[in-house]
C-alpha cells in the first residue's frame, strides 16, 4: 500500500472512532457500559475510539444497537456505505437517539415527500 492510501484508512479509523465516540457522550453511556451493550471487549472499544482499530460491520452493527442509532450512520462514517439521500439532515434523523424507529421513518418519509414536491414544482431550465 502506498503512504496517501494508508493515511486515507487511518483517517477513516479516527472518523468513525470520534463518531462513536460523540454518540455516546450524546446517549451519555461510558465506555464500559456500550462495550456490554455492543458484546465487544472494553480496551477493543477504545482502539476503535481512539482511532487504532477499523472495526468490521458486525462489529458496527453491535455498536449501533448499543448506542441505539441506525448502523446506516456507522456504516457512512466509516466509509462502507455512500451518504444516502438527503443528506446530513436525513442522517440525523436516522441517528437521533432519542426517537423510536417508527418516528425516525415517519420523519424521513415526511421530509422524502417535500423535497419530492419541491423538485416537482422547481421551474426546468429553458432548453
Given at each position: ?12 479509523g ?6 462513536i465516540?460523540?454518540?455516546r457522550s450524546t446517549?451519555k453511556?461510558?465506555?464500559?457500559q ?18 487504532l ?5 458486525e ?7 448499543g ?6 450512520a456507522?456504516?457512512?462514517?466509516a466509509?462502507?456505505?455512500e ?12 441517528t437521533?437517539?432519542?426517537l ?5 421513518q415517519?420523519?424521513l ?8 414536491e ?10
Amino acid at each position: 500500500m502506498d503512504k496517501p492510501l494508508d493515511k486515507a484508512v487511518a483517517d477513516l479509523g479516527r472518523d468513525i472512532g470520534e463518531y462513536i465516540r460523540q454518540q455516546r457522550s450524546t446517549a451519555k453511556i461510558s465506555l464500559r457500559q456500550l462495550a456490554k451493550l455492543a458484546g465487544v471487549s472494553n480496551p477493543y472499544l477504545s482502539q476503535i475510539e481512539r482511532g487504532l482499530r477499523k472495526p468490521s460491520a458486525e462489529i458496527l452493527q453491535q455498536i449501533a444497537k448499543g448506542l441505539r442509532i441506525s448502523a446506516e450512520a456507522l456504516y457512512v462514517q466509516a466509509g462502507f456505505l455512500e451518504q444516502r439521500e438527503g443528506g446530513a439532515l436525513a442522517d440525523a434523523i436516522a441517528t437521533a437517539p432519542d426517537l423510536t424507529e417508527r418516528q425516525k421513518q415517519v420523519l424521513l418519509d415526511v421530509y422524502e415527500s417535500f423535497r419530492r414536491e419541491n423538485t416537482a414544482t422547481q421551474p426546468k431550465p429553458e432548453e
